[in-house]
């Protein structure tokens, strides 16, 4: 090939790059522009020449790059076809740099004289060449180039251009083969065999020549004369401390200690070079980080001596003296997390076998972690929680007097980290600086800070298990303070009320540290100090000072609440303070605002958040005493009786909720009657305004006929004034007080634990044929008087979803079926605004109430239903007729119900029903309702999903006005949790539960695909219920079931399918194996299976457990249908002598069986072309290396370790023993 036809080819090249690179250049030239680019690297047959030129130092940067991008395609596509005579030319022409008998040597005489000066050179230009050479030393090192390293020590002896490279080249190439591992197998095993065999070497020229460049660089940065030649020396130095970072993760950790530990002592000293410091900060942070045998650690402790803790403080104290400047802030950091690893290492050595002993220079240490513990930056301060943590809990270091000392200092810093301040849109707080470094909102802000506060409160009670008085003392006098401080509103007012706190205001958030601090301290201090040493008289002073504090201030109010709760054990030492606490409490259920009463004329006045917060907050209080202390309550149970009489006398005084939670508290203490007959009179009096109400005929026309629903709770009204006027909020509210009542009754009303006593209060009414005793609730007869209008309702609420019905509503309310905005941003995960959650009204408009009316009453009428079983037992599950009643009530109209319905009625009514019902109703009860719901879930999910997957295959334009993008994610996420509510429930059904599994809801909106299980093999265990059985017994619930589960596999939800694949489908499955399946059937199973591999297989976790599936279906099934090999045919780019390997070995039984593992990954192979691939890798074109003869030669197994490896169950161990 001609000169001229290079220097041609080579211009039409530049032009091209230019194109593509030039902003100006139109759309259509730029694509040509590439094609052409693409074309020449692809096809061209005089790459190596064209590379060659255009990587001359005489060219443009981004012409270089290409070049050089030019040389790099041809090594990673070229380089096994490569024929000599190109290598011989690449090897003479690249500028005659250096004579050699090799590729490799033109590309060393590039880096030799081909670069520019080390300050000039882009750094692009720079990692492409590091790339290239990588490149070749992955294809031909050691085998082929066993001078490599050897050349490299050649090459940085040339200037410090060439050793920079050098070190790009070595930290790329550990990269690539023990980070990464981008390359085979066999030749990963070479080269870091032999990176390891010389890494005494590596080591020591990474040393060496951070050293030399370090020393070099102090001298003469002080010299104006020789800036230039400094900086080039610090770059150097830069470069070695990065390629360390690369090798100090993985090797031998005696490299890293070696000769008194030198290396580290040369990075301590690095600490206080303020260009060099973060990559010294990193390579130790690394170093003290590592794991391994506890006695190779053993010398890390030399960074707890007098030098090295010298310059690591130092370095701290004077970066942080430098003001807030981004490159220190991030050194603080590094140096922070360098701490935290010491400590980590001192609890691991401490205690052990390894002799270490408590170093003499800890008190120092603690200091200055205390130091980074009380640092004006938030995150800091929550990167030293953890390791807190661990010394508090430490089994030697909890004794040491040092840390012990520390305790109250800890504390008294946890008191000022607890105060929400630092938010990155505010000036308010020396943390905001920092927050803007580390946080992008005030909302990533809040979230930080929620983690981080609750951390705090773990470690605070570790700290409070070994000084629970301290802790205790600090809270009371924080408490006093804040009880006499005067209220500081700030600069922004609360639209509560004028002079009231916001969430930001300097008051509230001292008050609502302090509440945590003490919540915290004062629970820990019940629990570790024993029943005499408790501060009774200090506790109960302190609570005397809650109880006479007076505010207005509903946030303030609500810490006051929290304090009265965390100091209410004293008063089990002292019982004559419980009707001072109730008055307080009752008091705060009936809390307003004085500028809310002008509203109290309407049903809902429109309470702000932190009002409504208050009142809560107080009921939640006082049946969280009547739970927790019913004994102590039960005495003074007329008095609160007639309180809460007196306050339900009052229709408007109180939301539905509330009332309810106050009689909830009231049938909490009854359960202490342990009197069946006077509990039961009880609860008939306390009902008997509900009883009243939900029988009356007019309740009764409402309940069952949807159009009287609709008018009576006035959704079919046109509003002119949406905000105050609202004329039947007074019929919703009495619909509303009914189904809360009947809900807490059936929630809170129980036998007594202890069998003695509900023997003889007349609880027990026999026993089971199991021997298991049968109880009755004393609420059972009151609340089955009122079923069939529960049923009604649930029926008629369904029926709203009708288009007639929806038609009807009224302009004002057409959306009121709709979900909450809360709702729809909680399932998006879209943060709500920090200030309007507390600010803003509850329900801004009468829409707003009507929608969170039908929300809640949906809710609630299936939590009754959900409860009712566990409640009543045996006098629900023989409810004549029950199945079908359920079925014509819940079950109607399902095809119109929207999915965010759907998922509350499956989670809090078909799932506690169906795992709290025995045995002996799943023939009459659960079946005959499960049956026609599994088959209708399933129907509804396939086209939902098909619908779904058109919309991705289509992707049609015109369609999007109709239905935003927005609309679309809603739509499609509510169809992913309702597939793992569904997949959940048929879980529960059917496989044995394992552990606690079952008890979390799936119903976590968040983004928890994130969350991968690493469990991919289901335990042998996982077998089939009672329920399980008795459900795949009837043909047509097992089809459904069957077909349900294998399904799911290809719809788009990761962590549904992992969810199935691992706990579902193969016990369903074994079910039916004894049976005769139709091959067709058994052909889809499997082709599922593999269809959920080609969408799923891009996920480590999914794709184990698919193939562990797929695995067993074959081996299984294989045997008896000859089907699954054909379907195994069809899989693409699969090797067909291999298949028939694995087949024969699988269908002969006289052949020796192979280890499990061995056939796994056997079979893995062969299916291979249908696993999926991440979108980035799909059009990836294929690097291939080879493999190169191999350095160490395999060893043949002996004959004992043959018989043992091929004989797994043990039958021919005989041999070992033959004469």
């Known amino acids: 090939m001609s000169a001229e036809q290079v220097s041609s080819l080579c211009e039409q090249l530049v032009k091209a790059v230019t194109v593509i690179m030039d902003p100006a250049s139109t759309q259509r030239y730029r694509l040509e ?41 041809v090594v990673k596509y070229r380089w096994n076809n490569m024929p000599r005579l190109e290598k011989v030319y690449l090897k003479n022409n690249v500028m005659s740099l250096i004579s050699s008998v090799s590729a490799f040597w033109s590309l060393m005489g590039l880096i030799s004289s081909g670069t520019q000066s080390i300050l000039e050179e882009e750094s692009h230009i720079k990692d492409v060449l590091s790339r290239i050479v990588v490149e070749m030393i992955k294809r031909e090192w050691p085998q082929h180039w066993p001078d490599m390293l050897k050349e490299l020590d050649t090459l940085s002896k040339q200037g410090e251009t060439q050793t920079e490279l050098v070190m790009f080249i070595l930290l790329r190439l550990a990269e690539d083969v023990v980070t ?37 660089y102090r001298r003469m940065k002080t010299d104006l004369a020789q800036q230039p030649k400094a900086q080039a020396n610090c770059r150097v130095g830069i470069a070695a401390l990065n390629t360390l970072a690369g090798y100090i993760d993985w090797v031998a950790l005696s490299h890293i200690t070696a000769d008194n530990c030198k290396l580290l002592e040369m990075l301590c000293l690095l600490l206080n070079e303020p260009e060099l410091q973060i990559g010294a900060a990193e390579c130790l942070l690394i170093a003290v980080s590592r794991k391994g045998k506890l006695e190779d650690r053993k010398p890390l402790m030399v960074l707890f001596g007098d030098v090295a803790m010298h310059y690591i403080l130092s370095a701290a104290q004077t970066a942080d003296g430098e003001g807030l400047v981004e490159k220190h802030y991030v050194f603080l950091k590094r140096l922070c997390q360098v701490l935290c690893a010491l400590g980590s290492q001192l609890c691991a050595l401490l205690g052990s076998d390894s002799e270490v002993e408590t170093p003499t220079n800890f008190g120092k240490y603690l200091d200055s972690f205390l130091a980074f513990t009380t640092h004006p930056s938030q995150f800091l301060r929550s990167s030293t929680q953890i390791t807190w943590g661990a010394l508090f809990r430490h089994e030697v270091l909890s004794r040491d007097p040092l840390l012990l000392a520390m305790i109250p200092k800890y504390l008294r810093a946890s008191m000022t980290n607890l105060v929400k301040v630092g938010f990155p849109s505010k000036t308010d707080s020396p943390s905001c600086e920092y927050s803007r470094f580390d946080f992008d909102s005030d909302e990533d802000f809040n979230a930080f800070f929620n983690s981080f506060r609750a951390q705090q409160g773990e470690v605070m009670r570790m700290a409070c298990r070994l000084d629970s008085r301290t802790g205790f003392q600090m809270a009371g006098e924080w408490l006093k303070y804040q009880l006499t401080a005067p209220v500081d509103t700030g600069p922004m007012n609360s639209k509560t009320g004028e002079g009231l706190c916001s969430i930001f205001s300097p008051s509230f958030v001292q008050w609502d540290a302090m509440t945590f601090f003490s919540e915290s301290v004062i629970s820990q201090m ?29 946030l303030i109010l609500s810490c006051v609440l929290t304090n009265v709760s965390a100091l209410f054990p004293f008063v089990t030492y002292r019982p004559e303070y419980l009707p001072q606490v109730l008055s307080k409490l009752f008091a705060s259920v009936t809390f307003e605002v004085v500028e809310e009463s002008k509203f109290v004329v309407s049903v809902q006045a429109p309470r702000t958040r932190a009002v409504k917060n208050v009142r809560r907050h107080a009921c939640s209080s006082i049946i969280k005493m009547c739970r927790d202390y019913p004994q102590l309550v039960l005495p003074n149970f007329e008095m609160l009786y007639n309180h809460v009489k007196q306050l339900l006398s009052n229709e408007l005084l109180l939301t539905q909720m509330e009332k309810c939670a106050l009689m909830e508290a009231l049938v909490l203490i009854s359960n202490q009657f342990k009197d069946y007959e006077r509990q039961k009179a009880f609860l008939e009096e306390l009902m008997a305004p509900v009883a009243g109400l939900w029988l009356s005929a007019e309740m ?29 909020g007074l019929n919703r509210s009495r619909i509303s007080f009914c189904v809360y009542t009947i809900l807490g009754v059936v929630k809170r009303a129980r036998w007594p634990a202890a069998m003695e006593e509900a023997k003889a209060g007349g609880f027990l009414v026999g026993y089971l044929p199991s021997g298991s005793p049968i109880f009755r609730n004393p609420c059972t007869e009151q609340v089955l008087k009122l079923f ?15 288009p007639e019905m929806v038609a009807k509503l009224g302009e004002t309310f057409a959306k009121a079926l709709d979900m909450l905005e809360v709702e729809k941003n909680a399932i998006l995960g879209l943060p709500q605004p920090l200030l309007e959650l507390y600010d803003s009204p509850v329900y801004k408009t009468v829409l707003e109430r009507m929608q969170g009316f039908f929300c809640t009453l949906y809710d609630n009428c299936f939590h009754i239903l959900g409860n009712a079983g566990p409640s009543m037992q045996q006098d629900f599950y023989t409810v004549e007729g029950l199945a079908s009643q359920l079925i014509s009530s819940a079950f109607i109209n399902l095809n119109n119900i929207p999915d965010y319905r759907l998922r509350p009625m499956l989670r809090v009514f078909v799932k506690p029903m169906v795992l709290s ?3 002996e109703y799943y023939e009459t009860l659960v079946c005959p309702m499960l049956g026609p719901l599994f088959t209708y879930l399933h129907m509804r999910l396939s086209q939902k999903w098909e619908v779904i997957n058109q919309r991705s295959i289509l992707c049609e334009d015109d369609a999007a006005d109709d239905n935003p993008e927005s609309q679309e994610m809603l739509e499609e996420q509510l169809v992913r949790l309702l597939t793992r509510e569904v997949m959940d429930l048929i879980t529960v059904c059917c496989v044995a539960k394992r552990g606690a599994e079952h008890n979390s809801s799936v119903a976590v909106d968040g983004d928890d695909d994130e969350a991968m299980a690493t469990d991919v093999t289901p335990p042998a265990s996982a077998e089939l219920t009672e329920l399980g059985k008795c459900l795949m017994k009837q043909e047509d619930v097992c089809t459904a079931l069957m077909i349900t589960a294998y399904a799911s596999l290809s719809w788009k939800d990761t962590l549904s399918c992992q969810r199935t694949t691992t706990q579902l489908c193969w016990p369903l499955l074994k079910q039916v194996l004894p049976g005769n399946l139709l091959p067709d059937a058994v052909s889809w199973f499997f082709t599922s299976v593999l269809k959920g591999l080609q969408i799923h297989g891009q996920h480590d976790g999914c794709m184990a457990a698919l193939v562990h599936l797929a695995f067993q279906i074959y081996e299984a099934l294989r045997p008896r249908y000859a089907e699954l090999k054909v379907v195994m045919e069809q899989i693409p780019d699969i090797q067909r002598d291999s298949l028939e390997q694995f087949d024969s070995k699988l269908l002969n039984p006289t052949l020796q069986k192979v280890a499990d593992k061995r056939r796994k990954d056997h079979f893995k192979r062969l299916i291979t072309g249908c696993i999926g691939k991440p979108l980035g890798e799909q059009f990836r074109k294929e690097v291939h290396i080879r493999n190169l003869p191999s350095l160490f030669k395999k060893v043949k ?13 043990g039958e021919d161990l005989t041999v070992l023993f033959e004469p």
């Open 526 to 554: 019940f629990r570790t100090l024993d029943k005499e040493e408790i501060p009774v008289n200090d506790g109960i002073d302190l609570l005397q000072l809650v109880l006479n504090f007076e505010t207005k201030d509903p």
């Open 180 to 216: 990464f591992q981008t390359l085979p197998t066999q030749r990963r095993r070479d080269i870091q065999q032999t990176l390891t065999q010389n890494m005494e070497k590596i080591f020591s020229f990474l040393l060496i020549t951070l050293q030399q460049n370090v020393n070099k």
């Open 1197 to 1209: 197994p002996s004959l004992e370790t043959d018989v043992l490896e091929t004989n797994e169950d």
């Open 700 to 728: 009764q026309r409402v309940l069952s006929d949807p159009e009287a629903f609709i008018s009576y709770v006035g959704a079919d009204n046109k509003i002119a004034d949406p905000v105050m006027e609202d004329p039947s």
């Open 33 to 73: 522009a590439l094609k052409f680019c693409e074309e020449f690297k692809e096809k061209c047959p005089i790459c190596v020449p064209c590379g060659l030129k255009l990587a001359e130092k005489t060219q443009t940067a981004i012409v270089r790059h290409f070049g050089l991008q030019i040389l790099e395609h």
């Open 917 to 919: 019902c025995p045995p």
């Open 788 to 802: 069939d209008n529960l049923l009604a309702l649930i029926r008629t609420h369904n029926n709203l979803y009708m």
